[in-house]
């Protein structure tokens, strides 16, 4: 990406890259209510809060750049901004400028922080459903995720408030060399504890498949959707080391967008798994969306195997956590525990 991208380019890129994460959400909703006829559950309560937080934090970008924030670090600006520091002219336009646009950046913080964790808090409260209460050490290892990333998650919440004090440093003209955005320590570390925290919930779900008793394709298809978080770990990996070069530029809003919308998607796509048969399930007039079998007659001419074939087939197109819980029962010792 260019150092600097133009405001239209820029605010294009975020657009396209939360509208692409909104509707894969509207996706998981629509197939939760309409098709399931459910009540959503808290993980896609959780990840449309997150995107909701993401949609935040692109309006900040698109503030700042309205206010002028693709110039900051220009030939021009630069010296200005100096000489406005060094003659004390906090009234220049230039220093008023700067001084509301730094406090935007300040409240964008917070969009990415909860933007950027409540996709894990999503699949954390997933796993919640999956590892049932008999795996004991997979429940406590998951307890011990949640409590690390919940500690992360806080950790970069308070060093995005405490690190410049008092607050208000954070948008002076004057101080703003000592900024929370201005500091690669901040960065580095708040880096530390999201990669570090996308590894951990990434890997957790493997230490289930020794528990499960399902066919080996079934078996690869489901090590396929746990290695959907790769995406998420990679693209955090090269906000990184583009980040580690150009610190404060359009094209690092971009990849920071980019994060929190391939977090979204990576926790809402096995969701969509339904949507490869809803065209089958459709042309088929015994069943209907909820499950149950249409007509007195149909039903009670339906045999068993069918039955007990659709309900299979129906749970393939939920959630992990209801793949694991009711084809067990459907299957009979489809998951034990070692």
């Known amino acids: 990406m260019a150092r600097n991208l133009s405001e239209a380019a820029t ?15 509207l996706l998981r909703a629509w197939i939760r209510i309409g098709i399931e006829r459910r009540s959503p559950i808290l993980s896609d309560w959780l990840v449309a809060i997150g995107w909701i937080f993401a949609l935040g934090w692109v309006i900040c ?60 808090a999503s699949l954390l409260a997933l796993y919640c459903k999956v590892f049932q209460v008999h795996f004991k050490r997979l429940r406590i290892a998951l307890y011990i ?34 900024s929370v955005w201005n500091s690669w320590a901040v960065f580095r570390i708040n880096y530390a504890f999201n990669v570090s925290s996308d590894c951990i919930v990434f890997i957790l779900p493997f230490f289930l498949l020794p528990y499960i ?19 998420t770990i990679a693209t955090s990996v090269s906000r990184f080391l583009f980040e580690n070069f150009n610190l404060q530029t359009s094209s690092d809003n971009i990849w920071c967008t980019a994060e929190m919308c391939c977090a979204c998607i990576v926790v809402s796509l096995p969701s969509l798994k339904l949507l490869l048969k809803y065209r089958h399930m459709r042309s088929n007039p015994v069943y209907d969306f909820s499950g149950s079998i249409t007509g007195a007659n149909v039903a009670k001419s339906a045999e068993p195997t069918q039955q007990i074939s659709y309900a299979a087939f129906r749970e393939s197109g939920d959630d992990i956590s209801q793949n694991f819980v009711r084809l067990e029962s459907l299957q009979g010792s489809s998951i034990t525990d070692g």
């Open 145 to 178: 995720t949640i409590l690390y990333v919940t500690l992360c998650w806080i950790t970069s919440f308070c060093l995005d408030t405490v690190w410049c004090l008092p607050i208000r440093n954070n948008w002076s003209i004057s101080e703003s060399q000592g």
């Open 213 to 231: 008793h399902f066919p080996r394709r079934q078996k690869w298809a489901l090590v396929g959707v746990f290695s959907l978080g790769l995406i």
């Open 11 to 25: 605010n294009v890129a975020n657009g396209v890259l939360l509208s692409v994460a909104g509707l894969v959400i």
């Open 61 to 120: 970008c698109a503030i700042t750049y309205r206010m002028g924030a693709l110039d900051e670090y220009s030939v021009t600006t630069v010296p200005l901004l100096k000489v406005c520091i060094g003659l004390n002219l906090k009234s220049a336009p230039i220093a008023l400028s700067a001084n509301q646009r730094w406090k935007v950046y300040f409240a964008s913080n917070y969009f990415f922080d909860i933007g950027l964790y409540f996709p894990k």
